[in-house]
């Protein structure tokens, strides 16, 4: 590991508080041991739709509009940051540094970014209006990176 993925991991390990760390580590050891990764995914989106109601949704005119206001708000919460990025299939939302992984611990991994994908349906459905479009965490080469990855598009 090199010196900029320790600091990296450092600052990831530091955004969930630690009142919470040995609560929310147990919590999500009991959910992965009793429920399967398919049903934690859809109560952690429906979770995640949840908390969506309760905070701002995004607004912009342009993909770099809505970037920083996706950003505002999640800087404002302290979970990581995003980039907007268009391709031919779908927006891709690249969230960073979410703080799910000190939270629940790498082992939720399968399972606790539903939270987000939960909170970006929303959002996305308020915004575009179109109930045609899906959004679906997509896997990526680098795990470990501290990066999450979401397609919204139509379904394939």
Known sequence: MNDTEENLGYFARHQCSIQWQVFLSAFASEFGQQIPVAELRVLMARLGMSMAQSI??????TITELEDSINSIWFDMDWGWVNLVEKNDGLFIE??????QCAFGEDALSWSPAILEGIY???FSLISGDSRLKLTQVEHEQPGDFLLVFRLGQSA
Not at 56 to 61: E, I, L, Q, R, Y
Not at 95 to 100: K, R, S
């Open 95 to 100: 969230h960073h540094v979410a703080p799910l």
């Open 121 to 123: 349906a929303h959002w």
């Open 56 to 61: 701002p949704t995004p607004t912009g005119d």
